[in-house]
């Protein structure tokens, strides 16, 4: 039984990659405000320190660490680095990803397939295994969450690259939740349904998209990263002590329409 609120992340240091937009800011912001200290890990220097700016406000440390995540010597600087300064590493949200070009199967040539599952699962691979072993040096356990998507599990017309990423992306979490939870280290996939975001502002921006696809989302709106804070701080926290190897779908109940 764990003393205290489940959900108070004082003391407690969560890395998030691609925490500088979208999803990643409403983890790092939900991951803040229950108390954490957050280090962003981003590409782009001015957006991790804007995102940092705000999240200080929060009252824990923030790091903000520029990186390549497909860039593999960097990723292991970076953990070197995270966990020298913060101190140690709990949480680690693999989330930095890229969408693909919505071309017709047929027309889409090996190139892509592999830009986009080199980030969405080789990067996601490096990032998963240098968090994972920092967690076993500290040997207090951790929480490892990969975002990967509902198109792993539906499948989406023009989106095979990416379906294939996140699906493999998900199997991959699984062999690491039942493998490491001998250690207290736990790992689970956040599947989100259709989320605005600068990733989907090309779909959100064709009508036909938006007027096929709002009406089959029961809650009646898009999601937000905002829907992502208490995610963050739940699969952080002690609350979730119990729950590996699982995919939690966020998706307003599109899946099921
Ligand atoms: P976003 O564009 O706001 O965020 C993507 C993040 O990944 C950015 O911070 C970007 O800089 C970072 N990134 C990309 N390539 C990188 C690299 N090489 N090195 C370091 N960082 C890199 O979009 P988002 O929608 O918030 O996406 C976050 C995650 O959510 C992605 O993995 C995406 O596949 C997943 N996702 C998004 C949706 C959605 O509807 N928005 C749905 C399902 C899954």
């Known amino acids: 039984m764990t003393e205290g609120s489940l959900f108070d992340l004082t003391g407690h240091v969560a890395v998030v990659t691609g925490g500088n937009s979208g999803i990643g800011l409403g983890f790092a912001r939900g991951l803040a405000r229950a108390g954490a200290d957050v280090c962003v890990v981003g590409r782009d220097t001015e957006r991790n320190e804007a995102a940092a700016a705000e999240l200080s406000t929060f009252g824990g440390r923030v790091l903000a660490l520029s990186c ?8 292991i600087d970076t953990f070197g680095r995270a966990a020298a300064e913060l101190g140690r590493i709990d949480s ?9 070009g919505f071309i017709p199967f047929v027309e889409t040539d090996l190139a892509e397939f592999r830009r986009v599952t080199s980030l969405n699962l080789d990067a996601a691979f490096v990032t998963l295994r ?3 072993k920092v967690m076993l040096a500290q040997g207090e356990g951790g929480s490892l969450v990969a975002t990967a998507s509902l198109a792993a599990q539906q499948g989406v017309p023009r989106g095979q690259s990416y379906a294939a990423s996140k699906a493999g992306l998900i199997a991959m979490v699984n062999s690491i939740a039942v493998e490491l939870a001998k250690h207290g280290i736990r790992a689970n996939s956040v599947l989100p349904g259709w989320v605005e975001t600068p990733m ?5 921006a064709w009508d036909r998209f938006r007027e096929r696809v709002h009406p089959r989302i029961p809650v009646r709106r898009w999601g937000l990263p905002s829907d992502f804070e208490s ?9 979730s002590a119990y729950h590996t190897g699982d995919t939690l779908l966020i998706d307003g109940g599109y899946s099921k329409f």
């Open 68 to 75: 390549d995540v497909s860039e593999e010597q960097q990723v």
């Open 92 to 100: 680690c949200f693999v989330n930095a990803g890229v969408s693909q």
């Open 130 to 132: 240098e968090a994972a």
């Open 200 to 204: 989907t502002e090309g779909a959100f």
């Open 231 to 239: 995610v963050a701080v739940y699969l952080a926290s002690p609350a």
